[in-house]
């Protein structure tokens, strides 16, 4: 899928910000695009992995928190396993959710679910979907 | 101290307590069968669900850790766990701290203590092969599962990520199959052993977790699996609803613990199996 992006300004701030809270070195990446093969997510995201990190290589980071696909991961490290590089790419999209959250304004509107289903739901599920709006 | 007359510090978590009570019970069970003591930790809160996974989120491993202090001035330097999810956050929090300095200092101020203990997080599988060990295990079987073929299923966080939980390998892990075949089971070929059940997106999208659960469905019947066998309250969960969603004939989900103190010797109908699986593993008769 080819997409048209303009290189012309890079969103340095951010891509410092995203960089220092996952601690990850998004040039070590060569997408060889294991993490998306791995991935048990793509299909409900609209950016796959392994091009979460070439946007980032190419400082093109606005987009990125804006996007669905770091709230589609559930942080099951398919990916990090498979990379040859080490890249962790659960820290990475983290610290998308992170930095979405910290910069809205609005509050982010996570469920609309009725009361009685949601109390038939384990207790870690919800525990752990509640967590990550919160960070 | 020997061996043999170790206690371990055991942490059920909220689940077990609650819905899954069968996991806690026959896990108990099998532990007292193989002569491992357990005691529970008094007064234990909630693990925290998940580890922060970015740098500057301290208060993210406050209840993990609380946990750890607990059960360290209980007198405790292992704590069994049996749930995935207490079992990583609390093995990921117990690695995390043990490396950052000044992680370790917020929360011992916020916790008002003088110093993180060191308490090893475990799993029963680790007590399995690394107390019990293999040969022991076969020993003590009562009631071989002869010809229950069983699809193991390890899900995502009982193995990952492999540097700091080590339990086994992540990409190709046999642990639960060793174990399995010691009880006498057939462990099927079952390609989604690792693959993610769709975890907490239960809560807000049914749909995609389903999605997920259904490959690992898929992969399971194919192995011709008579049963798959869970580790992970949640997975069961995820697995169980996805079936009844699809309408399609139930492959019946297990709890390890149960299948391990059904070959021990004990009555399948006190170990809270949960149908089809109680009517399939009624089938197999009573003990040698
Ligand atoms: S697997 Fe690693 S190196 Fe390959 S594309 Fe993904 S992040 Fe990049
Ligand atoms: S951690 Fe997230 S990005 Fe990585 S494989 Fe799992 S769902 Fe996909």
New binding site residues.
């Given amino acids: 899928m080819s997409q048209v992006i303009s290189l012309h300004r890079r969103e340095e701030e951010l891509i410092k910000e995203i960089a220092e809270l996952s601690e990850q070195n998004f040039y070590a990446c060569y997408q060889c695009g294991k993490?998306?093969s791995?991935?048990?997510?793509?299909f409900a995201?609209d950016e796959p992995?392994h091009q979460?990190l070439r946007f980032l290589q190419l400082g093109q980071a606005k987009r990125l928190i804006e996007s669905r696909?770091p709230w589609?991961?559930?942080?099951?490290?398919?990916?990090?396993?498979y990379c040859p590089k080490g890249v962790d790419?659960?820290r990475i999209?983290e610290a998308l959710r992170t930095v979405h959250l910290r910069r809205l304004d609005a509050p982010f509107c996570y469920t609309q679910d009725d009361g009685e289903r949601l109390s038939t739901l384990p207790q870690s599920a919800l525990v752990a979907a509640l967590r990550k709006v919160t960070w | 101290m020997s061996e043999e007359k170790k206690t371990f510090g055991y942490y059920p978590g909220c689940e077990l307590r609650n819905r899954v009570k069968g996991l806690d019970l026959s896990a108990r069970r099998a532990c007292r069968a193989l002569g491992i003591r357990l005691k529970e930790l008094k007064d234990w809160t909630c693990c925290g669900g998940l580890v922060p996974q970015v740098k500057d989120n301290y208060m993210g491993f406050l209840a993990p850790a609380r946990i750890l202090v607990e059960a360290h001035a209980q007198g405790f330097d292992e704590l069994m766990t049996l749930c995935t999810f207490c079992f990583n956050t609390l093995r990921r929090a117990a690695f995390f701290l043990q490396g950052h300095a000044e992680a370790r200092k917020r929360l011992e101020l916020f916790l008002g203590v003088e110093g993180l203990p060191r308490v090893k997080v475990i799993h029963l599988l680790e007590v399995l092969r690394d107390h019990v060990g293999l040969d022991r295990l076969r020993e003590s079987v009562q009631r071989p599962l002869k010809g229950l073929r069983v699809a193991p299923y390890y899900g995502?966080l009982l193995l990952r990520p492999a540097q700091e939980i080590k339990l086994d390998n992540p990409e190709a892990p046999t642990l639960i199959e060793v174990i399995l075949e010691a009880l006498g089971c057939e462990v099927t070929d079952f390609s989604s052993k690792t693959d993610?059940c769709g975890s907490y997106h239960i809560v807000t999208n049914g749909q995609v977790a389903g999605q997920c659960s259904d490959l690992i469905l898929r992969s399971a019947v194919k192995s011709k699996a008579d049963m798959l066998v869970a580790m992970c309250p949640l997975c069961q969960f995820n697995l169980d609803w996805r079936q009844k969603q699809t309408r399609t004939a139930p492959l019946p989900v297990v709890y390890f613990p149960q299948l391990l103190a059904l070959a021990l010797g004990e009555p399948v109908d006190t170990l809270g199996v949960a149908e089809p699986a109680a009517t399939a593993l009624s089938a197999l008769g009573s003990p040698t």
């Fill in positions: 993490c998306t791995a991935c048990p997510l793509t995201m992995p979460i696909s589609a991961c559930i942080g099951c490290l398919s990916c990090a396993t790419l659960a999209m | 995502c993610c």
